[in-house]
């Protein structure tokens, strides 16, 4: 079991970076003063409304703490906060019932962040502490493995889908990928969300045959997502996450569900960028050391 969760300190540093610095350009615009000016009552059994004066103060706090994380400066405060910001701000949103299960796979990548000492390379914390043992201990702790953060955030991502998948055939069944059915989805979404239809939409409400197979290579890939995590290397684990990544591309054609922009930070979690950056270190070294460069 233990295997299962080493993973590379490098990676995770990397990660770091690309994923704050994702949910930063991401959130940039948001503006959560809206629920300050909403009625009291309708926050009735949800707790005092928050104050529309220091709304926009939190925001550009977590932004701030988004950057800071991202940039390694006060990695250990900074990622925390951002955890926690991110709790309120985006579970204002949930007060109302208006849920989205991708702010959750954020928030628990966010929480999993925080709790690793991801600032250990890499960091600015890293670099203002080289030459001061004392702050380096202060900001940075003991220098330990936390490579296991990197599998952990995997293992979430694999269980959101998984968990997508299997809802459907709790409340479906097999139904769920008749192409009448899924028509049904469409046009339900379409009214929704009120969006403009599209050359593929069309093509799918107009051949049930073609609904079924997106239904059932949607629901098989949500299924399978688990077996991403175990198998370590190899076509089937980059063909399950590409082919997920493609699901959602499609849901945002089809559906016009966001979901992909946003859920896109946590992708950064399966790229082995030590290994991209040791192949491009190799590549630079190949072409300076070659007949022609010199």
Not at 24 to 47: C, E, H, I, K, V
Not at 217 to 222: F, P, V
Request: proline residues 4%; glycine residues 8%.
């Amino acid at each position: 079991m233990k295997s299962l969760f080493q993973g590379s300190d490098h990676d995770l540093e990397y990660c770091r970076v690309i994923f704050f610095a994702w949910l930063l350009l991401l959130f940039w615009s948001n503006s959560w003063d809206a629920y300050g000016q909403l009625s009291p009552s309708l926050y009735r059994g949800l707790g005092p409304p928050p104050d529309s004066a220091w709304l926009p103060a939190l925001n550009r706090l977590w932004l701030l703490s988004l950057a800071c994380a991202s940039l390694g400066f006060l990695t250990r405060l900074s990622t925390w906060l951002a955890f926690a910001l991110g709790v309120y701000l985006l579970g204002l949103d949930w007060s109302f019932g208006n849920t989205h299960h991708t702010h959750h796979l954020i928030l628990l990548c966010l929480a999993a962040l925080a709790w690793a000492r991801c600032g250990q390379r890499f960091s600015l914390d890293e670099r203002l502490t080289r030459s001061r043992p004392s702050w380096r201990r202060v900001l940075l702790g003991e220098s330990s493995s936390e490579g296991w953060c990197v599998r952990l955030c995997q293992l979430l991502w694999c269980l959101l889908f998984f968990n997508a998948g299997l809802a459907k055939l709790r409340h479906s069944g097999l139904a769920f990928v008749d192409g009448e059915n899924f028509q049904h989805i469409l046009l339900f979404t379409q009214h929704w969300y009120e969006g403009q239809p599209s050359p593929l939409r069309g093509l799918v409400l107009h051949h049930a045959g073609l609904a079924s197979l997106l239904a059932a290579c949607g629901l098989a890939l949500e299924l399978s997502a688990p077996l991403a995590f175990f198998v370590r290397t190899g076509v089937w684990r980059w063909g399950l996450v590409l082919g997920l990544a493609l699901l959602q591309v499609g849901a945002s054609q089809l559906m016009h569900l966001d979901e992909f922009r946003k859920m896109a930070a946590c992708y950064v979690f399966w790229i082995p960028w030590s290994r991209l950056a040791l192949a491009v270190a190799s590549l630079k070294a190949s072409r300076s050391s070659s007949p022609e460069a010199g």
